[in-house]
């Protein structure tokens, strides 16, 4: 029996001119006693998502009532599904998720269905973004160096990304140059309202979307309602899969007081990254509500939203106000839609005015905007929060807590302890915010007129996240001074935010090997965990573009910005960071005299065209992709052996730990990204079959490769696997005789032995990245389970997504209460016949001396729709079967 009965029938709306149909949550509100109102909006959002579904014969009246009683615990165990309104999908992620789709055509056609089901039915927006790489910097000609090294480089990557926008419906390509993902979604592709017309009638509901990049909630700023997935998840979105998610836990973030003068948007995130995550997150929403929201602009509030995911959370909702109306004005969005924004919102309660009453929340955080200080975030996670006069202090205090490092008893080289070696000004997460970029300009003219100069061993670049960006450097006039200090263009991407920094000098990188120094890395990125920004960089720090110019110039992270100066000027004198910190006033006038409207619309008239590079790129034609003998590109080999039905689910009975690792293992450690170091398992096999050193690329360009990615899989090089703790890298022991060896060759062993393996992991396994070759290296390893003390949610949703099963300690049992070291065979069993969402697993642990104990385990099937992808081997499996 159904908890009430809800009528599907649409509303009508009106604003300015025309008229518009949509499901009204005042529907719902009169039945339920007004309780709607009080939901938090994001919830509101997904509650008129069930409505829409309920219409069209998907959703129950069950569903949409459980959204609605969450309001009496204002928590829930009951799940929904979520059809968002459109799909991004990047480069990185986006080129294995359509190697996937066309090698599911291939099995779908194998097993007598028609592969063109296998196809996109909602708006696919394909953006090229994680490609360019930071080869030359430093001088005018590395912008157009790099575009051409990117397209010699991603030749048959490029071919084959063109016969998929062909070959699959609904897909719309931005080729490389365009900017970054979040970026572009923030100035262009965001409606915050979205329309379709249907039946003669133009339909009008919120703006929702699923992107396969971590930082998807960017938009978030706008009121648009979507978060980061990875490309199993998002492929499968994309083709009319609801996304299962249990109705999740809101946080309110209430923001008080108002920033003082001279603080900047970075400043702010990183104060409320460090207190959030403190925090457990992991799952639930953040709706940022108070006074202190009004005092931000919309960009200063997208810089936050960006590193939700560095939070732990899901989702970072600003809900709809007048700024956000500001905003799509200035970035050239037309009066029709803007008006329809404004009439849309406050039709459904969506909006918020300053004096609201707030929302109910499951709980409450208070943050105080007036006490925040200039800061930095580092050496290894974005929540390690420094205000800059301690920064020395924490540098010097992290270099004495480093076991593992031979002292270099003061060898003085190219570089010692602390120095820059990369500075770099990247990331949707700042270089989107003009209010900090034009700071960073400013701040260079104001060097540059003093006479200072950046050392030579830093390497500067800009890698700005849309051309819209470079367009009002240029017309202020501050791109020049960006440049005289090193800081020219060096494309329209990721860039050194993902790890594709580049080289730098041979003779400091051969230095740093050498005598063992921690080099130091500082960018305006959202992640700086260890090995991702540069293998030269032992310590990375987060920092807003000003702040990335000042400590190029200063040349050390041991230099105290507050009390030392930057350098001397032209006549010897000092220079201090506060002679040359710009005004606000004078930053506000030139953000208002360069960002208006036409500025915008402009750049994004014609994004699908591209450069002459790529449209001299053929590609073929044909639903079915014609696999070419390459490198790059390789049909996966997950569909390879599906049959029409699923087997059995097994109990796992006699396994091996693979590995065993510390907290916060992140996807950077697990997924292969940046460089492919020499004397790795993936470099051996590269140059096994013929690839010399010099055309590796990177791991990157190497994503429809399974044979080169498994080989990197828990490669990282800073990587500590507890099994080896002598030892950095993708090194394991082989059990029972201990040998060591690399990851991937044990992992083979075990597999010609029969033996199955899992993996063991701490707190806040799978952090950072939506890399869904995180889980898929894992599954290719023969991974069996991963056993940890709690997931991240993107690489938890991963692992099921591709038929590894997460399972999780229960409260007070860890790898260390249990003293597990490697030598241990697992027994788990509850993983076969029928299993229920967040059931027990029951497990026993053999030790070496022949001990046992029985412990029982968490399995992280959240939802009974995770129970069914985990009973077909993952999701891709069960669309393929689904689509016979």
């Not at 997904?46 to 998907?58: D, F, T």
């Not at 991603?154 to 490389?176: D, H, I, T, V």
Request: aromatic share 8%.
């Amino acid at each position: 029996m159904e908890k009430f009965d809800i009528q599907s029938q649409p509303s009508t709306l009106e604003a300015g001119s025309k008229k518009y149909e949509y499901y009204s949550l005042a529907q719902a509100n009169a039945q339920r006693g007004e309780e709607v109102d009080r939901l938090p909006y994001s919830l509101k959002i997904l509650l008129e998502n069930l409505l829409r579904q309920h219409a069209e014969g998907i959703a129950t009246s069950d569903d949409i009532a459980n959204v609605i009683d969450w309001l009496k615990a204002r928590t829930s165990s009951n799940e929904v599904g979520f059809r968002p309104a459109r799909v991004m999908m990047v480069d990185s992620s986006g080129i294995p998720c359509l190697g996937d789709m066309a090698a599911m055509r291939d099995a779908l056609h194998k097993l007598g269905g028609d592969p063109q089901k296998i196809n996109p039915s909602i708006p696919v927006d394909f953006i090229v973004d994680h490609s360019v790489i930071v080869d030359y910097s430093g001088t005018p000609e590395a912008l157009s160096r790099n575009v051409a090294l990117e397209f010699q480089r991603n030749q048959e990557r490029y071919a084959f990304l063109k016969w998929g926008a062909k070959a699959f419906n609904n897909m719309r390509l931005f080729p490389p140059g365009t900017g970054i993902c979040h970026q572009i979604n923030l100035e262009f592709l965001a409606r915050v309202v979205w329309s379709k017309e249907e039946n003669g009638q133009t339909q009008v509901y919120p703006d929702s979307v699923l992107g396969m990049d971590s930082h998807t909630p960017m938009v978030n700023s706008l009121g648009v309602l979507g978060w980061g997935v990875g490309g199993l998840e998002g492929g499968t979105a994309a083709m009319g899969e609801p996304v299962s998610m249990l109705i999740p836990e809101v946080v309110g973030c209430v923001l008080t007081g108002r920033p003082k003068p001279g603080i900047t948007a970075t400043d702010i995130v990183l104060t409320i990254v460090e207190a959030l995550r403190k925090h457990d997150l992991v799952g639930k929403f953040i709706e940022y509500v108070g006074q202190g929201v009004h005092h931000l602009s919309a960009l200063d509030r997208a810089t936050i939203a960006n590193m939700t995911p560095e939070i732990g959370a899901t989702v970072g909702f600003f809900p709809v106000d007048s700024e956000t109306i500001r905003f799509l004005r200035q970035t050239g969005r037309s009066a029709e839609q803007v008006e329809l924004v404004e009439a849309y919102c406050k039709a459904q309660g969506l909006w918020r005015e300053c004096e609201d009453p707030l929302p109910e929340y499951t709980s409450i955080i208070e943050i105080d905007l007036s006490s925040i200080s200039a800061s930095i975030a580092g050496p290894r996670h974005p929540q390690q929060r420094i205000s800059i006069q301690d920064a020395p202090a924490a540098f010097s205090g992290w270099l004495a807590s480093l076991n593992d490092r031979k002292p270099t008893n003061g060898v003085q080289g190219s570089v010692k302890d602390g120095d820059l070696i990369i500075a770099a000004i990247t990331s949707c997460t700042n270089t989107a915010n003009p209010y900090v970029m034009v700071a960073a300009g400013l701040l260079a003219r104001n060097a540059v007129e003093r006479g200072l100069r950046v050392p030579a061993h830093v390497k500067t670049s800009l890698s700005p996240g849309s051309r819209v960006v470079s367009d009002y450097l240029e017309k202020s006039g501050l791109m020049r001074s960006l440049e005289q200090l090193g800081f020219n263009l060096a494309g329209f991407g990721c860039m050194t935010c993902i790890g594709n920094s580049g080289g730098i000098d041979e003779t400091i990188a051969r230095d740093i090997k050498q005598h063992d120094i921690a080099a130091v890395a500082v960018l305006s990125g959202n992640r700086n965990f260890e090995g991702r920004v540069h293998p030269s960089a032992r310590a990375n720090f987060l920092a807003s573009p000003p702040l990335v110019v000042a400590y190029a110039l200063a040349g050390s992270i041991r230099k105290n910005l507050v009390t030392e100066p930057l350098g001397a000027d032209k006549d010897g004198k000092p220079v201090y960071l506060r002679d040359i910190w710009p005004g606000q006033s004078e930053i506000q006038e030139i953000v208002d005299a360069s960002l208006v409207p036409s500025a915008f619309s402009s750049r994004y008239l014609d994004v699908s065209r591209g450069t002459p590079e790529w449209a001299s790129i053929n590609a073929a034609d044909g639903a079915l992709f014609a696999w070419p003998r390459s490198t790059f590109v390789r049909r996966p080999p997950f569909f390879d052996q599906l049959a029409a039905s699923p087997e059995p689910t097994e109990n796992i009975v006699g396994a091996r730990a693979l590995a065993i690792f510390g907290d916060m293992l992140t996807t950077d450690h697990i997924s292969p990204i940046g460089a492919i170091s020499p004397g790795t398992s993936a470099a051996n096999y590269m140059q096994s079959i013929g690839i010399a050193q010099k055309d590796f690329v990177n791991f990157g360009a190497r994503r429809l490769n399974h044979s080169i990615m498994v080989r990197g899989t828990f490669a990282n090089i800073r990587i500590r696997n507890e099994m080896t703790p002598n030892v950095e890298g993708g090194y394991t022991r082989h059990m029972p005789d201990g040998e060591q060896m690399f990851i991937f060759d044990a992992a083979e062993k075990y597999r010609t032995e029969n033996i199955p393996v899992v993996v063991v992991g701490g707190k806040d396994y799978g952090a950072g990245s939506s890399r869904d070759w995180a889980a898929k290296g894992t599954r290719l390893l023969g991974v069996r389970a991963v056993i940890a003390e709690s997931f991240e949610r993107i690489h938890r949703s991963n692992l099921v997504g591709i038929g590894v099963v997460p399972l999780q300690f229960m409260p007070g049992e860890t790898r260390k209460t249990l003293e597990l070291d490697g030598a241990e065979v697992f027994d788990i069993d509850g993983l076969d016949g029928d299993i229920l969402p967040k059931s027990r697993a029951g497990c026993v642990i053999t030790y070496a001396d022949g001990r046992k104990k029985r412990i029982s385990l968490l399995i992280r099937l959240d939802t009974s729709r995770e129970v069914e992808y985990f009973k077909h081997g993952g999701i891709l499996n069960i669309a393929i079967r689904e689509r016979l």
